[in-house]
């Protein structure tokens, strides 16, 4: 049946957006916090936006830490922060999202069982890569997931990257190799290996979990993708710990991880979006490799090394420029 304007005129559709479109819309150094509403205020923000910036990236920035103080392994570490994180979330689904959860079809929930695949494995690579080489090594790697956003986007979606793209993809791919080398010989290679895994498994749910996070409330996608996560991670952590932690103080590590960068950081960087422009929250996330570092060195004492500091501001020169994408208007 086609629907007409009162004056009798057949409206014209409106063309579907394509995939590298509502990529350029999506901050792309949004990790696992879904989508966040609009994409930024354009012009400027306000004070309150700011400021739950400032927060989360101080929560998200202790999150190396917490995992450093835990003593249980780092696949039953994974597995206690997620499934505490999507406990979490229930109530607020519950009271919220439940029509969402109700309209849900069985492509849509196999679709996100994978895209919690994905998840599981990034979260099994980084947490371990944390007990394996030094905390800002392991940051800084885990961050260049846009970057792996722009490679595997252009490869599975075909989108062209743009010039500044691939410049900072040049400029950052320069410092990994950087980094990477001051760890030969050094005992933290594995380490090193592991965080980048860990930041293409990241980029690859950020591209597989798009299309689903832009049909889904933020609550919702992220309670479904969380849930799987934790029932992926459940044999791991089994095969482990059979899910006994090292310590009792651990426990209580697990739900601060669920509670301080698993809801409070990524909650209040989707609530900035709605407050201050896209690309300041974007550029914002890579305030916490500089936090983690700085907390591992006053903590633990371990101070960067040579080739870290070189390499670092490499490596975020490159995730800004290619976050700097034109969008359309």
Known sequence: MVHRAPDGRVPRATPPRSVG?????????????????????????NSRGRLAVVVA????????????Y?????????????LFTTLMLVPWVLCVGRSALARLERAHVVRLAGVGLVLA?????????????????????????????????????????????L????????GVVLMFSGDVGGGGLL?????????????????????ERRMLPTGTYCIIVYGFTTLFLLPLALWE???????????????????????????????????VPALFVSTSLLGEPIVSSLLAALLF????????????????AGIVLASWMPRNG
């Open 21 to 45: 479109a509502a990529a350029r819309e999506t901050p792309p150094l949004l990790g696992e916090m879904g989508t966040g509403g609009a994409a930024g205020v354009a012009g400027g923000g």
């Open 57 to 68: 990236i101080l929560a998200v920035g202790v999150s190396a830490i917490m995992i450093r």
């Open 70 to 82: 835990a003593q249980t392994g780092p696949l039953t570490i994974a597995f206690y922060r997620l």
């Open 121 to 165: 494995a990034h979260f099994s690579l980084w947490v371990t890569s944390v007990r394996l080489t030094t905390v800002a090594n392991s940051v800084v790697l885990v961050t260049t997931h846009p970057l792996m956003v722009a490679a595997i986007s252009s490869v599975v979606l075909k989108e062209r990257p743009a010039g500044l793209a």
């Open 167 to 174: 410049v900072g993809g040049a400029l950052a791919s320069s």
């Open 191 to 211: 380490g090193d290996a592991l965080a980048l895994l860990g930041a293409l498994a990241a980029g690859t749910y950020i591209v597989a979990g798009r299309a």
């Open 241 to 275: 710990t059979r899910l006994v932690p090292a310590a009792q103080a651990d426990w209580i590590w697990f739900v601060a991880m669920a509670a301080v960068p698993g809801i409070l950081g990524h909650t209040l960087y989707n609530y900035s979006l709605g407050h």
């Open 301 to 316: 004492a371990e101070i960067p090394s040579i080739w870290t500091i070189l390499a670092a501001p490499l490596v975020f």
